[in-house]
């Protein structure tokens, strides 16, 4: 984005906060809990397995570019979008037990949900951290996840503290050291790095380089005077 609109940049930075690993995996934690208090425990076991395989298919999908540069070049893919996925999959749910009985009612919170998730997969392309694809595929994922869930949760009101309030911890959003206490990008690429033995991650111009396969070169070796 250009310093010419800094107004327009920090807004997109906040919104793609909203998806940051540090705010909504406590937040997780929190409907998780709601869910097994209010008695959805079925759906809430179900829902955190969905979730769990499809954060794995994540970290594997970009394990796989950063460590072996194994993307889709067609489609500038280098792996599926963290934010966006965690997103989808848990905003939907965590603002569906806002304290509001008329958005309750409407599923107001649920659709506030889904759109906050859909403006975080658009910011992680105006922040140029992932390309569209990326951003599909993460919002895909998200959707087969938390759709089934609210399915299955139907008319069902979730009465425990946890899922009214929780929707509260995304006001952190807006204080940036907040939302990357926890630097997941920097450990998937550490993991990628120590299963591949690569000494340097692969990166997206790797991809449209013609011969993605080959290893990044490392820092050339000072020799000793």
Request: charged share 10%; glycine share 10%; hydrophobic share 55%.
């Amino acid at each position: 984005m250009s310093d010419a609109l800094p107004l327009s940049t920090q807004a997109w930075w906040v919104i793609t906060h909203m998806g940051a690993s540090s705010l909504l995996l406590p937040a997780l934690v929190l409907v998780l809990g709601g869910l097994w208090e209010s008695g959805a425990r079925t759906v809430a076991r179900t829902y955190f397995l969905r979730i769990a395989l499809t954060i794995t298919i994540t970290v594997v999908s970009k394990c796989l570019f950063f460590g072996w540069g194994i993307g889709i070049a067609a489609l500038d893919f280098t792996g599926i979008s963290g934010h966006t996925l965690l997103a989808t999959s848990i905003l939907p749910l965590l603002l569906r037990g806002m304290p509001w009985p008329a958005l309750q009612a409407r599923s107001g919170g649920e659709a506030i949900g889904w759109a906050l998730a859909l403006a975080v997969g658009v910011s992680r392309v105006m922040v140029n951290a992932h390309s569209v694809s990326e951003v599909v595929a993460g919002w895909v994922l998200g959707a087969a996840v938390s759709w089934p869930t609210l399915r299955a949760l139907g008319a069902r009101t979730l009465t425990h503290w946890a899922s009214k309030f929780a929707p509260l911890i995304l006001l952190l959003a807006f204080h940036g050291n907040s939302a990357a206490l926890l630097p997941t990008h920097e450990i998937e690429v550490r993991l990628a790095l120590w299963v591949s033995g690569q000494g340097k991650p692969f990166m997206r111009h790797h991809l449209h380089a013609g011969h993605p396969a080959s290893a990044p070169a490392a820092p050339a070796a000072q020799s000793a005077p």
